[in-house]
Every structure is written in C-alpha cells, then in structure tokens.
C-alpha cells in the first residue's frame, strides 16, 4: 500500500521471516557458522535458544536452504505432537514405510535406512523449532531413537531449537543422558542500539529505499527502547509506521508517530507501560516587574530518564543510511 510512495520495491518489514532479506550482524553470523559446524563436524545434539522474535527460524531457513544434497533433512516446526506423530513426521520426511503404530517395525527400517545413509556417504539432520513444547516423553524418545545412530556414528545429527524455557525443559532429571550428548549450546540475544538503526537502515535499503532520513534519531532510539532490540517486534512498529506516516501523507517518521503505533499495537486490557513523552522546552515565563526573576524548573540532561537521553556517538539528528556497496562488502 505504501510501498511506492516511499519509492520502495517491496515491504521491508514484513513479519514472516525472510531468509532473503537478513541483517547479518556478526552475532547471526556466528549462530550460522556454529549451525553449519554441527553438521560438518557431526556433533549429534546442538542447542540453539533466543527469545521469541530473535531470529531463530529465519537462522534454520538459511541454513537448509544452503545444505548441500547429500543432508537429507527431516524439520518439525510444530513439535507439540505424541510420540505416534513424530513417529509419522520421521517416517513421512526421510521417505520410509508410513508409520503404523507398530514402533518395533519403525525401528528395524530406521536402522535399515541408518545403515543405507552410511553405504551412501548421506547424512541425517533431525531440526525442531520450538522445542520447549516438547513433550518430555517426545524427547526421551528423540534421544533413543539416535541411540541406533552410533551404530553408524555420524550419520544423524539432531538440533534443538527453542525459547529459553527449552533449557528448563531440558533440566528434567529424567533427560540427562541427552543432557550430556548435547555438544554445542548457543544463545541469540536482542539487538544493541546501535545494531537496532542497523537492521532498520538495512532492510529500508534492501527494499528500495533511497531517503536517508526516514526515521528521526529520537523515533529510532524510541523504537529501541519498546521492542528491546528484538527484531519481531521491530518488524511490527516499523510496517505500522510506515503506514501511519504514509496515512498522514508525510515524508518522515518521528517520535510522535511511534507513541502513536504503541499505542495502536497494544491489546486491549494488556498491562503496559506508558509510551515515553517526547521532551519539550519548557516555556518561557514572564518575569515580574520591579526586577525580580523567577527561577525556571528546568532539570539538567543527566536527570532525566535514561530513555530521553540520546547518546550523541549513537544518534545525530538525522540517520543517513550506509551505502548499498557497505552492506553488500559485509556479507
């Protein structure tokens, strides 16, 4: 709707994650790297958690759509199944006989098809998004079921991938042993501010944008401060923005319309914080006669809350975005 007023090509906020488009700072960079290296080292069970919206399924789309043939892959999304149905996902994905119900039968071809990857040079990647929703007893029979592949060592690896409530989940006595088979853990934390004007600056470009003064200064830190530097959340005020400013047939997005699009987003009845107010000179007040002054309320920059306080190394009054050759050097 508002692409071509921007002079945009695309929406370069869309909330379904798009491999395509991805910001890669050097923490992304280094959650794919040790992705990749749980595969090429065969490392059997990695741990990958970060806090909804930080990326994670985005991270998994990169990373299959760059294996090469020989990995043959097996990726459940919707994890919160029976052991029945994971039985039946495993089988439906790496092509074996449908799951009857019978488990020993499942596991005599299992192991077949285990014994034919290794005749083949083929390896095995078992991927779970959202795997804090496991149930214990899905886990414990993942953990079984790649006790059949160190028959044939190296054959199948199985990545864990979930909220930071997985490492709670996983805290139950009852799965230890797959505790202690667990051979790279790794945490994706919310963007700083600085990787925050980053990843705005970068998908704007990406899309087509050529305005380098879309957002204020005051609007991007704002934006910071709401969403935590999780980039779900970024997404979401800045497509709404967008559109607000696009509605107002404006040319820039300032702190105002920001307030405006938390205000928008927040559910009804939803407990939340009052959006910071945009700081205003105060007045001038009219001094009284006969030569007496009044003092003015005015409070010195380092009282005022921590959020109003631009950091002048971080934020000029205007973002100019990095040249398309500086991101495309970076990648």
Request: include cysteine.
């Amino acid at each position: 709707m508002y692409e071509s007023y921007f002079g945009l090509t695309r929406k370069p906020f869309d909330l379904s994650p798009d491999p395509t488009i991805v910001y890669n700072n050097e923490m992304y960079q280094e959650a794919l790297a040790i992705l990749r290296y749980g595969i090429a080292d065969k490392k059997g069970f990695l741990l990958l958690t970060g806090n909804a919206g930080t990326g994670k399924t985005t991270l998994l789309q990169i990373l299959i759509n760059s294996i090469s043939h020989d990995i043959r892959v097996c990726f459940i999304a919707n994890p919160k199944i029976s052991i029945n149905d994971f039985y039946y996902h495993i089988a439906h994905e790496f092509g074996l006989d449908e799951f009857d119900g019978n488990k020993a039968k499942f596991l005599l071809n299992f192991a077949a098809f285990i014994k034919e990857c290794r005749t083949k040079n083929e390896q095995l990647i078992l991927i779970i998004d959202e795997a804090q929703v496991l149930p214990i007893d899905v886990i414990e029979e993942i953990r079984l079921l790649s006790n059949q592949e160190y028959l044939d060592y190296g054959i199948m690896s199985v990545f864990l991938v979930g909220q930071p409530e997985l490492n709670e989940r996983l805290a139950d006595e009852r799965l230890l042993p797959l505790r202690q088979r667990i051979g790279i853990r790794f945490h994706l934390t919310p963007l700083s501010l600085r990787n925050t004007i980053e990843y705005i600056s970068y998908r704007l470009q990406k899309s087509g944008s050529r305005q380098s003064d879309l957002f204020t200064a005051v609007a991007l830190q704002l934006i910071h401060t709401e969403t935590k530097g999780i980039p779900r959340l970024i997404n979401s005020i800045c497509d709404q923005a967008l559109l607000y400013t696009f509605s107002e047939s404006r040319r820039q997005i300032d702190a105002k319309i920001i307030q405006q699009v938390i205000h928008s987003l927040a559910l009804p009845g939803e407990q939340k914080a009052k959006p910071a107010k945009i700081l205003v000179a105060p007045p001038k007040k009219k001094q009284p006669k006969h030569g007496l002054r009044l003092k003015q309320n005015v409070h010195p920059a380092n009282s005022l809350p921590r959020q109003f306080v631009s950091p002048p190394s971080l934020l000029p009054q205007s973002i100019s975005l990095p040249s398309k050759e500086t991101f495309e050097s970076s990648q």
